[in-house]
């Protein structure tokens, strides 16, 4: 059996999916990365160690790093990678919602194939790092907060705009002495709001609507966007790991003779990071260097040179 395996790499999480040869998914991973990528992929790897990866496909907003760290065979952008997944898991979906930690994305789908999409702008009020700053105001663990949200009975309206005025218009209701799960509540109608206004606006919408991302898991958000919405959207399984599972078939179908996938074992030793500059062109990019530790005297040996703008080091 040939074995596939898809990494989606995020801004606040890493996901892994392990696919047979039939596009069946044996097994899926969701780790968040707590500001350090590169550790939180070492974890997931190491997890998988014991399969025989025939193909490494890679998705996410640091795929291009992460793909020349690991040796990746096909490297996907998101759009691509969460139609194929989402066609194969389910596919009778005709409109996407999709929110990570810093970008939300709508896809509209016909017959599997994605034939109209959208990204956020630069505002984060849309995604879920938004919740996770408003959580740790108010002193909850977002793993908490849809939970909290679903005891409101009259959610209080937030400014959805941007987080800047929602977050004013939080502690102004807090101030007032409203209560907690109802600013849950309205935080969570926020947030669909603003992407329903923002990413999908002048977008036909059409059902069966998925929920997918991190955010999906939250059931406050599932409820606004119910509500809003009139109708019952549906969180599909492997919700938060659809583009690992659809770059992982792309590369299940793009099979190289040989994988440039260095292996599970590479991953094992230490990993260090350094910051330089290149000098060789007025541009004066900006680099990371990534060494691995090797030997019992702690030899560095370089892996990867990312940040440069001609792409001398890809």
Not at 70 to 93: C, K, L, M, Q, R
Not at 297 to 304: Q, T, V
């Amino acid at each position: 059996m040939k074995y596939s395996l898809g990494i989606d790499i995020g801004s606040i999480s890493v996901k892994l999916a392990l696919l047979n040869e039939k596009k069946g998914v044996v097994r899926a991973l969701y780790l968040r990365t707590y500001g350090d990528p590169i550790r939180a992929l070492q974890k997931g790897l190491r997890r998988f160690g014991k399969s025989k990866v025939s193909a490494l496909g890679i998705t996410g907003s640091g795929r291009n790093f992460i793909g020349t760290l690991v040796g990746a065979d096909a490297i996907f952008d998101e759009i691509t990678a969460h139609s194929v997944g989402i066609a194969n898991i389910y596919p009778t979906a005709r409109t996407v919602i999709e929110i990570g930690g810093q970008d939300s994305k709508l896809i509209c789908l016909e017959n599997g194939v994605a034939k109209d999409f959208n990204m956020n702008s630069v505002c984060a009020a849309g995604t879920g790092s938004f919740l996770d700053r408003q959580a740790a105001r108010i002193g909850i663990r977002i793993e908490d907060f849809g939970d909290i949200a679903l005891k409101s009975r009259k959610p209080t309206k937030i400014a959805a705009r941007c987080t800047v005025f929602a977050e004013s218009d939080m502690i102004h209701k807090q101030q007032a002495g409203y209560k907690r799960e109802d600013i849950i509540a309205g935080l969570c109608d926020a947030l669909a709001f603003n992407y329903l206004s923002t990413v999908a606006r002048g977008k036909n919408l059409e059902e069966p609507v998925l929920l997918l991302g991190g955010v999906a898991a939250n059931k406050g958000i599932e409820r606004a966007f119910n509500h809003i919405l009139s109708t019952k959207v549906i969180i599909p399984k492997y919700y938060n790991c659809m583009g690992a599972i659809g770059v992982a078939i792309l590369a299940l179908e793009n099979m190289p003779e040989k994988t440039k996938f260095r292996g599970f074992v590479f991953f094992d030793k230490e990993l260090t990071q350094e910051a330089g500059e290149c000098r060789d062109c007025p541009n004066r990019c900006e680099l990371v260097h990534l060494y691995r530790i090797v030997g019992k005297k702690g030899k560095r040996e370089k892996i990867a040179t990312m940040g440069s703008v001609c792409g001398k080091y890809q």
